[in-house]
């Protein structure tokens, strides 16, 4: 797949150029060749059982040696291990390489220590033992693949390739040890776990990412790691196997290739962990650290620093000075190993001697003190250093058994010692001395207050404590205050009112300040004073009555106020008042100390109840209901009930058989009635045989409604009898004559004009 259209015209145009761009590929080495020739040249280590498998394409094989000579490539000579063809990695980066056949296997050695099960394909393994003299081994590499896309979708960020370098002791059981990891983790290099921002894809350790290539680059792969180094500690005369591994993943396609650099398999001397600022561990001033080349069968050691040959011929080396540090030993059999460390040194803190001057209350000499006010002195505000205090020098300069409560430290001697240490260690011993002041300073007016707020009477206000500042500096001109809720915090310099322009007391009516006069973090003397709320008795929320209407009530404002002032027309001026209409009332009073506040009365108006109607809707058997009306006149809250005990809300009564009522009707506040009414409903048979029991068929109750009709026909439609609300009902007979037993059919019209029809039986 062309990866630019440009392509096939770039070819053509600067062929010649383009040559001396791109690395070029030589799979005709051997095995042999590649590591004794290439990757290790060096008489350091016996090498043997040398070997390589991968794949022969016909055409081409899967590794080989690569030149990048004139070329911006990193490595100018090395080893190329792929996933598929060795000379497809020569640039540009103009086509996609899937090369692999799924036939080429993968490596089960690889999978283990990836933990990625059976699932790799398409690997290259180059692997041989060694003998080493020195004590450690170290070679650098690079990493490209195709899976490092520019434009990927989100769900290729997670396709990767592996690659492992394999160490352990020959001929034996003991586990691989990969070396191909993240600087400083356990961490697999692959092209998910190393990777750059700029794609939908998250970075990951993008510190050691190189780049996304573009068409012209040295090779033709999409993208590649920086240069890393694999490395590890090893015993000299020990044999061990190293297999270097790569392999694609999951599936045959996106090919990936190990370059490893000419020479970079070294076998060095470890002179230990370089001691650098970027590395935190930087040596501190009049710090030596002594380097020790001792190797077993050693003939010479030659140093040097910053490449400049030293005198020194021993094993050691004492360093007191910065600087790269390398030594070469010379090894029977014209061998040579070397080593190098870089050094650095960081400069310690200034030593800084101060005081610390606290106000001594009782003027016994004693007080106690917060050394930590004189951090910031001793460290120069640098919040790189810290500073820990102890009881002697001694103790200071070793580190051990600080002052724990340094907070609270009773001057028992005169000079404590402050460690002073930046985040390297490196560290002086400084001197504080501990004075006390007896300055005794005049204490300001108290602070007084009226209680105004929402709660007149809670006995909490603000005040601005700023206010007493111009009294307690004419002690100390220029000096500073600070103030505090207690005594010892004003002395130890803790939990400082934070806004004293704003400052709501925190204990009601009436607290103690304690004003701290400084010079810089020196106590000059420590003023006290009062905050004082003038506050109000009782309760001040707002207060909600009833009055009924054409009666009066009073409103009480409370006493042990000095004056009342009423919101009426006209202004009343007593305790106590007497109002006959609602509204709201708002009383001002006064108390002794000239603080004011006011209190509101809500009044509202209601009145007894008085019925308008009932709405009755009867005639439905025991499915009867009623609703009481009041008048527009009744206001009030009222409560419902038909037996004077139960009360509801709702004004309606459900559920009701037919009969006489009476309902109830209270309010809250200004008393009950009551109201009668009646649920009618009609006989559903009679029987008019003169014994005295349903010998007349009439309504129940509508002799109340006078003038309600009632007509009475048969089943052919003809009226047989008719009475109004205050006539008896019908006995049966038509024209003086016995009617059949048989239903007849009624419609009754009420004196509101509703019609109720339906249709009872006579027997006989």
Not at 21 to 43: C, F, G, H, K, P
Not at 187 to 215: H, L, M, W
Not at 507 to 525: E, H, M, N, V
Not at 601 to 610: D, G, K, L, P
Request: glycine fraction near 8%.
């Amino acid at each position: 797949m062309i990866k630019t259209p440009l392509f096939i015209f770039l070819l053509l145009c600067f062929s010649t150029a383009l040559k001396a761009q791109y690395i070029q590929v030589n799979d005709s080495y051997t095995a042999q060749q590649l590591v004794e020739d290439v990757l290790i040249n060096s008489s350091c280590a016996s090498v043997s059982n040398i070997s390589v498998n991968g794949f022969n394409f016909g055409d081409g094989k899967s590794y080989g040696r690569f030149s990048g000579d004139a070329t911006t490539f990193p490595f100018q000579d090395g080893i190329i291990l792929s996933t598929g063809k060795a000379i497809s990695a020569k640039g540009p980066n103009s086509n996609t390489l899937s090369e692999g056949p799924t036939s080429w296997l993968g490596d089960s050695d690889l999978e283990n220590a990836l933990s990625i099960g059976n699932s790799s394909v398409n690997a290259t393994i180059l692997e041989f033992d060694f003998l080493p003299l020195g004590d450690k081994i170290s070679f650098d590499y690079i990493f490209s693949s195709e899976q490092y896309l520019s434009n990927p979708s989100s769900n290729q960020c997670n396709y990767t390739d592996g690659f492992v370098f394999l160490l352990k002791e020959a001929n034996t059981s003991n586990a691989y040890q990969n070396l191909a990891v993240v600087p400083g983790t356990n961490i697999p290099i692959k092209s998910n776990t190393v990777r750059g921002p700029g794609t939908i894809c998250p970075p990951a350790n993008a510190q050691y990412f190189d780049a996304f290539n573009e068409y012209q680059h040295p090779t033709n792969f999409n993208g590649q790691t920086k240069v890393l180094t694999a490395q590890s500690a090893v015993v000299p005369g020990t044999l061990y196997h190293i297999k270097l591994v790569v392999a694609d993943q999951g599936n045959n396609l996106y090919d990936s290739a190990i370059f490893l650099g000419a020479g970079s398999f070294r076998i060095e001397k470890d002179l230990g962990p370089d001691r650098l600022f970027a590395t935190a561990n930087p040596l501190c001033p009049d710090e030596i650290t002594v380097l020790d080349a001792t190797t077993t069968n050693a003939i010479g050691y030659t140093w040097y620093k910053d490449n400049v040959l030293q005198p020194e011929t021993t094993p050691t080396f004492t360093v007191t000075e910065q600087g790269i540090y390398s030594v070469e030993i010379s090894l029977s059999g014209s061998c040579t190993s070397s080593g190098e460390i870089s050094i650095e040194y960081a400069l310690s803190p200034n030593q800084i001697n101060t005081q610390l001057v606290q106000c001594d209350e009782d003027n016994d000499g004693l007080a106690f003190f917060n050394l930590n006010q004189a951090t910031s002195a001793l460290t120069e505000n640098d919040d790189d250093l810290t500073a820990t205090y102890f009881l002697t020098e001694g103790a200071a300069e070793i580190g051990t058994t600080p002052i724990t409560n340094s907070s609270n430290f009773e001057n028992t001697q005169a000079v404590v010692y402050a460690r002073i240490e930046n985040r390297f260690g490196c560290f002086i011993v400084s001197e504080l001395t501990l004075a006390v002041s007896n300055n005794a300073i005049a204490d300001p007016d108290n602070l007084q207050t009226c209680d105004v707020d929402a709660n007149p009477s809670d006995g909490i206000s603000t005040f601005n404590l700023e206010e007493t500042e111009a009294e307690i500096l004419a002690n100390l001109p220029g000096g500073n205050v600070v103030y505090y809720t207690s005594s010892s915090d004003a002395l130890l310099g803790l939990n400082p009112i934070t806004n004293p322009t704003n400052f709501q007391n925190t204990i009601a009516f009436q607290q103690t300040i304690y004003a701290k006069l400084s010079s810089g973090i020196d106590c000059y003397g420590i003023a006290e004073f009062d905050v004082i709320v003038n506050s109000f008795q009782g309760s001040f929320d707002d207060v909600e009555r009833n009055i009924c209407l054409g009666n009066s009530i009073q409103l009480n404002a409370g006493s042990g106020f000095s004056s009342y002032s009423w919101s009426t027309n006209p202004v009343q001026s007593s305790q106590i008042i007497t109002i006959s209409n609602a509204g709201t009332y708002i009383v001002t009073v006064s108390n002794t100390f000239g603080c004011t506040t006011t209190k509101k009365f809500i009044v509202t108006a209601s009145s007894i109840a008085e019925v308008a109607s009932v709405s009755i809707n009867d005639f439905n058997g025991g499915n009867n209901s009623a609703t009481i009306n009041l008048s527009e006149n009744s206001i009030g809250n009222y409560g419902y009930s038909l037996d004077g005990v139960n009360y509801q809300v709702s004004p309606t009564f459900s559920n009701l058989a037919p009969g006489e009522y009476t309902a109830y009707i209270n309010e809250e506040n200004c008393g009950q009635i009551s109201y009668d009414f009646y649920v009618m409903d009609y006989p559903k048979f009679f029987t008019p045989n003169q014994d005295g029991m349903n010998d007349i068929w009439r309504i129940p109750f509508l002799q109340f409604q006078p003038r309600a009709k009632v007509a009475i026909f048969d089943r052919y439609g003809k009226l047989v009898h008719f009475f109004t609300g205050n006539q008896p009902g019908w006995d049966g007979t038509f024209n003086g004559k016995n009617l059949f037993a048989t239903d007849y059919w009624f419609v009754i019209t009420l004196e509101n004009g509703r019609e109720i029809k339906g249709h009872f039986s006579l027997l006989r």
